[in-house]
Nanobody, 129 residues
Framework: QVQLVESGGGLVQAGGSLRLSCAASERAVVLYAMGWFRQAPGKEREFVAAFTWSGANARYADSVKDRVIIVRDNGKNTAYLQMNSLKPEDTAVYYC??????????????????????WGQGTQVTVTS
């Protein structure tokens, strides 16, 4: 099973930037579809972005579109979520996830937590106003 470790979260003022990392334990991760989700206190875990490792294929939630971009480092088995112009409503624990069956693959399934079979432990992002 692919193990994922997120890092890079922290406390930032509104308008600031953060770069979250998702490091995978296996090189094979580059064959799979991936996703980023977030969960704010008292809320459901929600979709942020989905991507594949090849090409520049990615999809973003409307709430973060134009402020977030996926950056890949295939050599390090690591993907990054570069977040700019952060808002207080971006405050949440951010998780990366892998879909080893590739059933999501940027299709409708990519929005659902159930489409992913391995998750990291999450990293906290707090944005102050």
């Amino acid at each position: 099973q692919v193990q994922l470790v997120e890092s890079g979260g922290g406390l930032v003022q509104a308008g600031g930037s953060l770069r979250l990392s998702c490091a995978a334990s296996e090189r094979a991760v580059v064959l799979y579809a991936m996703g980023w989700f977030r969960q704010a206190p008292g809320k459901e875990r929600e979709f942020v972005a989905a991507f594949t490792w090849s090409g520049a294929n990615a999809r973003y939630a409307d709430s973060v579109k134009d402020r977030v971009i996926i950056v890949r480092d295939n050599g390090k088995n690591t993907a990054y979520l570069q977040m700019n112009s952060l808002k207080p409503e971006d405050t949440a624990v951010y998780y990366c996830a892998v879909d080893t069956s590739n059933s999501t693959m940027l299709g409708d399934n990519m929005y659902a937590k159930s489409g992913y079979d391995s998750w990291g432990q999450g990293t906290q992002v707090t944005v102050t106003s």
